[in-house]
């Protein structure tokens, strides 16, 4: 009963459910079923049948999320010694005065809190003279609220370094809480990356992003799915901006002559036309 609702939605919705991922998924099912008093996966089907809003919900609400800060350190250092300066420069030249970025499928924030310290830093250490503006979407709106918040568990700053933790988080009892130096950048909203009206979040207008970070997303669904996301990231990217993937991800086929691979050793893509 359950391997069918399962089949169903990895279907309807594009995901990828390894046998692994079946007990969360099976648990957060039964979890939704029980706040609309629906007893079975059968009639649980049938519900999502009739509301086509739910497969919506079910799209942010069944991604397996796992992040932390500083995910995979090697690209933050590649970025604060080599891509965020490049950007800045280049923005300065072109009397541009703002570092756009987007961090898609962003879940509870600590890859747009750390992209913003990384930002921090170049700015402080090279004297720019820039604003910085980071959007961070997810389609869970519940997974956005813990993110304004900024208050985290001490496990997910394993990869912080220590002078990093003094300077943008603050300790409080059992957690840590960022500094509104950062929350002051990072803006939260609510965004579905297949979305057909839309090529970028409403916020940022026309896209044109500096940088585009989208890891650990790709991964969780089908080929026809990824190229509808991949698509979306590729008009969000300004022409020699530069795209974020995951370690276990890479560049679609048809995008190989729209972005170059920046380092051979990380999945970082700029766009060349």
């Known amino acids: 009963m359950w391997n069918d609702l399962i089949s169903f939605l990895s279907l309807k919705l594009g995901l990828r459910f390894s046998e692994h991922d079946n007990g969360f998924v099976i648990q957060k099912l039964k979890s939704r079923m029980t706040e609309l008093s629906i007893p079975s996966p059968a009639e649980y089907k049938t519900y999502i049948v009739t509301h086509a809003s739910?497969?919506?919900?079910?799209?942010?609400?069944?991604?397996?999320?796992?992040?932390?800060?500083?995910?995979?350190?090697?690209?933050?250092?590649?970025?604060?010694?080599?891509?965020?300066?490049?950007?800045?420069?280049?923005?300065?030249?072109?009397?541009?005065?703002?570092?756009?970025?987007?961090?898609?499928?962003?879940?509870?924030?600590?890859e747009a809190y750390s992209v913003a310290v990384a930002c921090r830093e170049v700015v402080k250490r090279h004297g720019f003279q820039v604003t910085i503006s980071i959007i961070a979407?997810?389609?869970?709106?519940?997974?956005l609220e813990r993110g304004r918040k900024g208050?985290?568990?001490?496990?997910?700053?394993?990869?912080?370094?220590?002078g990093f933790i003094n300077k943008y988080f603050k300790k409080e009892k059992e957690w840590f809480e960022v500094?509104?130096?950062?929350?002051?950048?990072v803006h939260f909203s609510p965004y579905d990356l297949f979305d057909p009206n839309t090529y970028a979040p409403p916020e940022s207008m026309f896209g044109d992003f500096d940088m585009v970070l989208c890891r650990n997303v790709l991964i969780y669904y089908d080929d026809q799915h990824?190229?509808?996301?991949?698509?979306?990231?590729?008009?969000?990217?300004?022409?020699?901006?530069?795209?974020?993937?995951?370690?276990?991800?890479?560049?679609?086929?048809?995008?190989?002559?729209?972005?170059?691979?920046?380092?051979?050793?990380?999945?970082?893509?700029?766009?060349?036309?």
């Open 137 to 143: 979407t997810d389609i869970d709106h519940t997974a």
């Open 151 to 162: 208050i985290y568990q001490p496990a997910s700053l394993d990869n912080v370094r220590y």
């Open 54 to 110: 739910e497969l919506s919900f079910l799209n942010g609400h069944l991604a397996v999320s796992v992040t932390h800060f500083f995910r995979n350190p090697l690209v933050f250092e590649y970025l604060m010694e080599e891509l965020l300066p490049e950007i800045i420069r280049r923005n300065i030249l072109n009397h541009d005065r703002v570092l756009r970025v987007w961090s898609a499928g962003c879940a509870t924030g600590e």
């Open 226 to 273: 990824q190229k509808v996301i991949m698509e979306k990231l590729r008009r969000a990217t300004a022409v020699n901006g530069f795209l974020i993937l995951g370690e276990a991800e890479s560049l679609d086929l048809g995008m190989r002559g729209v972005f170059a691979g920046e380092n051979s050793r990380l999945p970082i893509f700029r766009r060349i036309k």
């Open 179 to 185: 500094m509104d130096e950062l929350k002051s950048v």
